[in-house]
């Protein structure tokens, strides 16, 4: 039998229940673990994405078990006498609703809000229409995530001890009549309707926002790193962005870095050796924001940002066949690798605009060497990019 009838319930409303119970008891300890494992881990986006992809399935399971639940008869309470009991019951399986829906939901906003980690599994793409990349919807969702997260442990642990007291101590069918076959109770079922038990559970909600806005889970504090001395040039910097894209678990994450100078010198008419100049360009590391992975990224394995502060291009500028290049080394954790960046250059009324694109090998640098010394879960190539204004000062 498909469909629920007054007395007890059909087949599709039982897969859906066990289905999204085994999920919900195998989505919760992925994150658990996930989080337990130190960021350079290379397993922890494999167990992240997991976790996504499973919440995800809850997620629509969850919307189509409603649709099916307003649709059917709902089955009678088999305790109707105890109106302290059905109430708290239906007040739980308002909890429970909303929090297959609402945990998702939020953990999808916080995944669409940044970039990289862990992907869902899943050939729809990684971001939410509406949702913009930003470090503070991220954060928000996070901790909305988390928050109702522990709303759903406390009605599950709930509903779970409801169920065991109607088999073990009351000895009904209420357990029972959810197994697989059809079984019809011993006893009478009386419709029940609790119209506050909604109200309730709202107000549970609520309450459980305000204790979290009470522990400041909903403060964003952003890591300061002490700004660079401006660098002192013939050419001033206007503005401009230095950028870099990796590749995780094959999907691109992309950052930039917040604060960096450049010092160059730069004259059209090229020396006898076709030299034009020569730029220093200091990076702070700290300034990076890279997605989801940031604090990763300054991890002792990869950056190492504490130690190594700062990363240095030094180079000449100069031109051949009409094509400019910066000719140089480029100093990351320590290690000094030589480069050359092409680069494009206009300059009108003493306005030069420049950019350019290069990939770099982060093994080169030692960056991952230890946690991801192949390209199982993060690519070698990181591809930088560059554009500026500057004007002649």
Same mark, same amino acid.
């Given at each position: 039998?498909r469909?629920?009838?007054? &007395?007890?319930? $059909? ?16 989505? =919760? ?23 996504? &992809? ?7 399971l ?7 639940? =307003? ?8 305790n ?7 109430? !708290? ?35 729809? $793409? ?6 913009p ?12 995530? =988390? ?8 009605a ?22 959810? !197994? ?8 009478p079922?009386?419709? @029940? ?8 559970? !709202? ?32 050419? @001033? ?6 950028? =870099? ?19 160059i ?15 220093e ?8 924001? !890279? ?13 190492d ?12 500028? @100069? ?38 694109? &290069? ?35």
């Open positions: 039998m469909s629920n009838t007054l &007395t007890t319930y $059909g087949s599709v409303t039982k897969t859906f229940h066990w289905l999204i119970a085994a999920l919900i008891l195998t989505v =919760i300890p992925l994150g658990v673990i996930g989080n337990g494992l130190a960021d350079a881990d290379p397993i922890k986006p494999v167990i992240f994405s997991a976790h996504k &992809t499973i919440g995800l399935t809850i997620f629509f969850a919307i189509f078990r409603i649709i099916w639940a =307003i649709a059917q008869p709902k089955p009678g309470a088999l109707a006498e105890k109106k302290v009991e059905t109430f !708290l019951a239906y007040m739980v399986h308002y909890l429970l609703y909303a929090s297959l829906i609402i945990i998702p939901l939020s953990g999808w906003i916080h995944h669409a809000a940044t970039t990289g980690f862990a992907p869902i599994w899943w050939p729809f $793409g990684q971001s939410l229409p509406f949702v990349v930003d470090d503070g919807v991220a954060h928000t969702a996070a901790s909305l995530h =988390i928050i109702f997260e522990r709303v759903l442990i406390l599950f642990i709930l509903h779970v001890a409801g169920a065991l007291k109607h088999h073990v101590i009351d000895k009904d069918d209420t357990l029972r009549r959810m !197994l697989p076959g059809t079984i019809e109770p011993s006893t079922t009386i419709a @029940v309707h609790h119209r506050a038990a909604p109200i309730a559970a !709202l107000a549970i909600y609520a309450a459980a926002l305000g204790i979290g806005g009470g522990l400041g889970m909903f403060k964003h504090d952003t890591i300061q790193a002490e700004a660079l001395a401006e660098a002192q040039s013939d050419w @001033v910097v206007q503005d401009g962005t230095l950028s =870099i894209t990796v590749k995780q678990l094959g999907s691109d994450v992309e950052g930039s870095f917040a604060d960096w100078t450049a010092a010198t730069f004259d059209e008419t090229p020396d006898p050796e076709g030299r034009h100049g020569s730029v360009v200091i990076v702070s590391i700290p300034s990076l924001t !890279l997605g989801s992975v940031t604090s990763q990224a300054m991890g002792p394995d990869f950056f940002a504490e130690t190594f502060a700062t990363a240095v291009f030094q180079a000449d500028i @100069v031109s051949r066949d009409g094509e400019y290049a910066a000719e140089g080394t480029l100093t990351i954790r320590g290690q000094e690798v030589p480069m050359t960046l092409p680069f494009e250059l206009d300059i009108t009324d003493g306005l030069a605009t420049m950019s350019a694109t &290069t990939t770099i090998n982060r093994m080169d640098f030692g960056i991952g060497a230890s946690s991801q010394p192949g390209e199982g879960s993060l690519a070698f190539a990181v591809t930088l990019v560059v554009a500026l204004t500057a004007q002649r000062s």
